[in-house]
């Protein structure tokens, strides 16, 4: 098993409000109220799921997350005590925004069912609210900080999709590496896993080398610009991408756009 400690992750938590939620979700763990700190812990996850929707909505403008928001509000407003809404939030950042992996999804799912037996009284049971392990609720926390608390919002695989078309969007706006460079790392590059930018870099290279068609010649500019700052800022990354891809990168086409890509992009990164 892989090493794994609750406090280093938790200086991880990406956002502040869900750091100081999930704090009282480990006190009740570390004082043994396992029950309360599970009940707990599925509130925090769902606080954190929205607030990652809003960011993707308001920063990256993700048209995907928008359309969940807009789910959950119209949810809340035609039944305010209704928590249908929760049930659903794991299940549409898995399907439409390609934030889960299926076994994540079955963990929280299973953070989901065994919250329920710790809050709701079953008449029928000898012990009317179920009482967790400790190994069980610690699973539980890792698997919660791993697969949802840690994570940036960007973790999305169609958060790609966003960033080509805003990268279209200020195509003409902003000119020249430096400002491409600064623009990209600050609202892109900094906060991206590499699972992420590991795929952005092959569309970004079958853009540049592999696809010759208008919308790929007027944008081969800043591709290149873009590809040359992720270079300049995540070498290591790019060498990831180089080794992980070799069938892929050496299918180049040899239409004269695309060889005039190929050149300026040697001349910079010999």
Do not use: C
């Not at 710790?118 to 609210?129: C, F, M, N």
């Not at 009482?131 to 840690?150: G, M």
């Not at 300049?232 to 990354?237: A, L, M, S, T, V």
């Amino acid at each position: 098993m892989s090493y794994f400690s609750i406090d280093e992750s938790i200086e991880n938590i990406k956002n502040p409000y869900t750091k100081e939620l999930f704090k009282e979700v480990y006190s009740s763990y570390a004082m043994g109220n396992y029950r309360s700190a599970t009940v707990m812990l599925w509130s925090v996850v769902v606080t954190d799921l929205v607030h990652k929707l809003k960011e993707l909505d308001s920063v990256y403008s993700d048209p995907k997350a928008a359309q969940i928001l807009q789910y959950i509000q119209a949810e809340q407003t035609k039944d305010p005590k209704s928590s249908k809404w929760e049930s659903e939030i794991i299940d549409k950042f898995y399907k439409e925004i390609n934030f889960f992996e299926t076994f994540e999804v079955a963990n929280l799912e299973h953070l989901q069912k065994m919250r329920h037996v710790s809050a709701h009284p079953v008449i029928t049971s000898t012990d009317l609210l179920h009482s967790p392990t400790k190994e069980t609720v610690y699973s539980l926390i890792r698997n919660a900080l791993e697969s949802v608390l840690t994570k940036e919002a960007l973790f999305s695989s169609k958060i790609i999709d966003v960033m080509l078309k805003d990268l279209n969007t200020i195509r003409d706006t902003l000119v020249g590496y430096d400002q491409r460079d600064r623009y990209f790392s600050h609202k892109f590059l900094s906060k991206m896993p590499n699972a992420v930018l590991l795929k952005f870099l092959k569309t970004l290279w079958k853009f540049l080398f592999r696809v010759n068609n208008p919308e790929t010649i007027l944008n081969k500019d800043i591709n290149l610009d873009i590809l040359n700052s992720i270079i300049n800022r995540k070498e290591q990354i790019f060498i990831e991408f180089l080794n992980k891809e070799k069938d892929f990168i050496s299918d180049i086409q040899l239409e004269d756009n695309l060889k005039e890509n190929l050149l300026h992009f040697l001349l910079n990164n010999r």
